[in-house]
């Protein structure tokens, strides 16, 4: 199932090319290609679009977007011209990327129009740091698929095996390489299982039993600990007002969703 969000992504993208200077038209349209106008409306939309992506506002860059239009207007009217725009096919992704851009414009309006308060952005950062507690840890596991498997591990250890070692055996491809390390990280960013082990633990201590959890059986250590402290709220606020925004879109989607009628 496509997200909206990636839907809202299948735009028709081109590419902006070097070209002779053309001067822009005050009408209706920037050129005429073959009898066929390209509109204003299609030129300022896609300079807008090379400058949201950072590109600065330049006669060049002008002159450039004209030009990819009117190569674009050429190779359509090709296409055209072999008839593969009456193609099923075609026509279904035509319709899918006409439906993208305008979910895109209803989104952003809807946005803009419910903007998401101060209030609310300060009340979901206390309770994330609530959620993120005081302490970082800094651990290390062994992951592997059976808990006799676990169990031999910590039999090793028992016996001086080094952890480093033995995590070359682990299933976790981003730790197994480098000693099973995971760095410094607040409990809930863990699993439930997983972090109430890892918070019992002492420093240099080792769970003594395989930790179960839907990823296999853990074998983990506790490196060491130190005082969580978040970052401050004007750091993170963009962030905020993008999951706060995200959570609105969601919500509007479900409503909307629930209320339709399909047959």
Known sequence: MIKLSRLAALLVAGTIVSAPTFAADKGGAVATVNGQAISQ???NAFVAEQKAQGTPDSPELQNAVKEELVRREVLTQEAKKKGLDKKPEIQGQMELAKQAVLIRAYLSDYVRANPVSEDRLKKDYEAIKANLGTTEYKAKHILVSTEDEAKAIIAKLEKGDKFADLAKQSKDPGSK????ELGWSAPSTYVKPF???????KKGEYTKTPVKTDFGYHVIMLEDTRPLTPPPFEQVKPQLQQRASQQQVE????KLRESAKVN
């Open 195 to 201: 972090s109430d082990a890892l918070t019992k633990l």
């Open 41 to 43: 409306n299609t030129y």
């Open 251 to 254: 919500a509007l989607v479900k």
């Open 177 to 180: 390489d480098n000693g099973g």
